[in-house]
C-alpha cells in the first residue's frame, strides 16, 4: 500500500541482544519521526528526521538508542544491548514538508525477555 | 517536564452525547496541534487539527477549540458513537520551516456506552 511501513511487526528478543526496527515512510515525505509507546503510557518522542538537516535526537532515552536515515527515506532505529524497559511498541510517522498531519505506521512491537 | 498533558486518562459517556477531551500545554511556542484516535495493536489515526491563527476547527462530528491564553485545546465529539471508542492522543508543535516536531500527550481512553 502507499501508507507507511514497518517491520518487523513483533519482535521477542533476549535482554543484552541488538534490535534493528525498519520504516518505510510514505514516498515523498520529507519528515521522518520515531515515537514509543510503553505498556498504558503515552506516545513519547524519539527522534526526528526533517529533509538533509540534522536530525533532532533529544528524545532518545540512552546512548544504546541510534537511528539513521539513509537516502532521505528509509529509516532504521538501532537499540544495543536491549534491556527489559525497552519493551514497547516503537511508531514511525512521516509527514509532507508543508502540512503538520503525521501519518503513522502499525508500529513494532519489541518485547525483551 | 511534561509540556503537553492530558488529565484525564479516561472518560466514558452515553452514546448520542457529546464527548469533550481536553488537552493542555505549557510551551508558548507550540503554534499546530492535532488529534489523534488510537485504535488497539494500530497506528494513530489523524483526526483533526488547528492552528493557533484560529480558535475552532470543525470536521463533521469533531470539533477542535484552542484557547491560547489559557494554553488548553479540546476536542469534542457529537454526537458520540460506539464506534469512537478508543484512545485520543492530542500533539502539539512549533514550527520553522514548515514541519513540525510533534510532543504527544499521554492520551484519554473514551468508552462510548451504547
Known amino acids: 500500500g502507499a501508507g507507511v511501513s514497518q517491520s518487523p511487526s513483533n519482535k521477542v528478543t533476549e535482554k543484552g541482544k541488538d534490535v534493528e526496527l525498519r520504516c518505510d515512510p510514505i514516498?515523498?515525505?520529507?519528515?521522518l519521526y520515531w515515537y514509543r509507546q510503553s505498556l498504558g503510557q503515552g506516545l513519547e518522542f524519539l527522534i526526528y528526521?526533517?529533509?538533509?538537516?540534522?536530525?533532532?535526537k533529544s528524545g532518545l532515552p540512552s546512548d544504546r538508542f541510534s537511528a539513521e536515515r539513509t537516502g532521505g527515506s528509509v529509516s532504521t532505529l538501532t537499540i544495543q544491548r536491549t534491556q527489559q524497559e525497552d519493551s514497547a511498541v516503537y511508531l514511525c510517522?512521516?509527514?509532507?514538508?508543508?502540512?503538520?498531519?503525521?501519518?503513522f505506521g502499525e508500529g513494532s512491537r519489541l518485547t525483551v525477555l | 517536564d511534561q509540556q503537553v498533558k492530558q488529565n484525564s486518562p479516561s472518560l466514558s459517556v452515553q452514546e448520542g452525547r457529546i464527548s469533550i477531551l481536553n488537552c493542555d500545554y505549557t510551551n508558548s511556542m507550540f503554534d499546530y496541534f492535532l488529534w489523534y484516535k488510537k485504535y488497539p495493536a494500530e497506528g494513530p489515526t489523524f483526526l483533526i487539527s488547528?492552528?493557533?491563527?484560529?480558535d475552532k476547527n470543525e470536521d463533521g462530528r469533531f470539533t477542535v477549540f484552542l484557547n491560547k491564553s489559557a494554553k488548553h485545546l479540546s476536542l469534542h465529539i457529537v454526537p458520540s458513537q460506539p464506534g469512537d471508542s478508543a484512545v485520543y492522543f492530542c500533539a502539539a508543535g512549533a514550527g520553522g520551516s514548515g514541519t513540525y516536531k510533534y510532543i504527544f500527550g499521554t492520551g484519554t481512553r473514551l468508552k462510548v456506552l451504547a
Open positions: 514516498s515523498g515525505h520529507t519528515a
Open positions: 510517522a512521516s509527514s509532507p514538508s508543508n502540512t503538520g498531519e503525521l501519518f
Open positions: 488547528i492552528s493557533s491563527i484560529k
Open positions: 528526521f526533517q529533509g538533509n538537516s540534522a536530525p533532532d
